[in-house]
């Protein structure tokens, strides 16, 4: 689905906006940009859900645990890399 946020909601999301989703800050253009949404103007939901799938899916987000047990594993037990 087509996200829209607050500036404040995108703070820590590694998104872009206007890319990923859309950002408004004040009540009018909120209300605006939802419009748009509803009114099917904007539809950045493929967009959104590639950029969570790939940034914030367990997969994705676990990565870097696989990387690190390969590197424990090539060091052996009880030695830390």
Same mark, same amino acid.
Not at 18 to 23: E, I, N, R, S, Y
Not at 33 to 45: H, I, M, Q, S
Not at 69 to 74: H, S, T
């Given at each position: ?10 703070? $820590?999301?590694d998104?872009?906006p206007?890319? !990923? &989703?859309?950002?408004a ?5 909120? *209300?605006a940009?939802? $419009? ?6 904007? !539809? &950045?939901?493929v967009?959104?859900?590639r950029c969570?799938? *790939?940034r914030?899916?367990w997969a994705?987000c676990?990565s870097?645990l !696989?990387?690190l ?6 060091v052996?037990?009880?030695v830390?890399?």
């Open positions: 689905k087509t996200v829209v946020c607050s500036p404040q909601g995108l703070e $820590g999301i998104a872009e206007g890319q !990923d &989703l859309l950002v800050g004040e009540p009018d253009e909120f *209300a940009t939802c $419009g748009r949404v509803l009114r099917g103007e904007v !539809d &950045l939901g967009a959104a859900r969570m799938l *790939a914030y899916d994705a676990l870097v !696989d990387g047990y390969d590197d424990l594993d090539r052996g037990p009880g830390t890399p």
